[in-house]
């Protein structure tokens, strides 16, 4: 039986917690991806109310394990297992919040960007340092950095190789909230608390449309608006939404989750 390098805690609160533990640095190998692949399908099909990725105290993932990598093939299969993990995660209908604390580099960079929002402590430092190596992103990067922070600035980190610290990160859009080392942890599970009690059946529905939206054109884009908004009013929490707004105004409903 293989060691348990990603561990999954489901809390009473309705959030589940997906912790990298790979040793010192937490890189992301074959194992691991492999393991962050199966725990992010199996919240997929049973999902929680939100999800908090995150590694230890110190880094969150330094990024793929090097001496994995020695030609085309081993790209090709490690590429992939990249792929599939962090499309799993970015996939799962829920909520998906990391918590950086330290080095989120390379691959761990790209986990971060697989999730909806990112919460960081002072620590943090992210950066695509793959160029520094001869090599490009595998993991997403290219793609899910240029759709957060615009192209020009993905090129300008990717092409550089250098690493932004927090408050550059939070300036750029690619950190959505700084906070001390000592609070991340709590703010994080705080934060998907509240994404928890909510509609999180709407919060589905607007995370696909979302992300698929931004895969075509604009038209394309409203018309899957469209349709999920026709699909949201079909859910029991839309109901209870629409009654408390009628009866006691806005932000009182008590919703199920339904």
Do not use: W, Y
């Not at 390098?5 to 609160?13: G, I, T």
């Not at 529905?205 to 075509?216: M, P, Q």
Request: aromatic share 4%.
């Amino acid at each position: 039986m293989s060691e348990q390098l990603v561990a999954v805690e489901r809390r009473d609160d309705g959030v589940a917690v997906i912790r990298l533990q790979n040793g010192k640095v937490n890189s992301l190998s074959s194992e691991v991806l492999r393991q962050l692949r199966s725990v992010a399908e199996a919240l997929t099909v049973n999902p929680p109310g939100a999800v908090v990725v995150t590694g230890s105290d110190r880094i969150f993932a330094a990024g793929a394990d090097i001496s994995e990598f020695s030609g085309p093939d081993e790209a090709r299969s490690i590429g992939r297992l990249f792929l599939e993990a962090l499309n799993a995660v970015a996939a799962i209908p829920r909520v998906v919040i990391a918590a950086v604390a330290g080095p989120a580099l390379g691959g761990g960079c790209e986990l971060a960007l697989a999730c909806d929002l990112r919460v960081c402590s002072t620590s943090a430092k992210f950066g695509q340092p793959e160029i520094l190596l001869g090599i490009i992103p595998g993991g997403g990067g290219t793609q899910r950095l240029a759709r957060l922070v615009g192209p020009s600035r993905a090129k300008d980190l990717i092409l550089s190789g250098r690493q932004v610290r927090a408050e550059e990160a939070l300036r750029i859009g690619l950190a959505d909230e700084v906070v001390e080392p000592e609070e991340l942890e709590s703010r994080a599970l705080e934060l998907a608390a509240s994404f928890a009690s909510g509609p999180v059946q709407a919060h589905a529905i607007a995370k696909r449309v979302i992300d698929h939206g931004l895969e075509g054109s604009l038209p394309d884009g409203l018309e899957l608006e469209q349709d999920g908004f026709i699909e949201v009013f079909g859910t029991n929490d839309a109901r209870i939404g629409v009654a408390s707004f009628l009866e006691n105004g806005p932000g009182k409903a008590q919703f199920t989750g339904q």
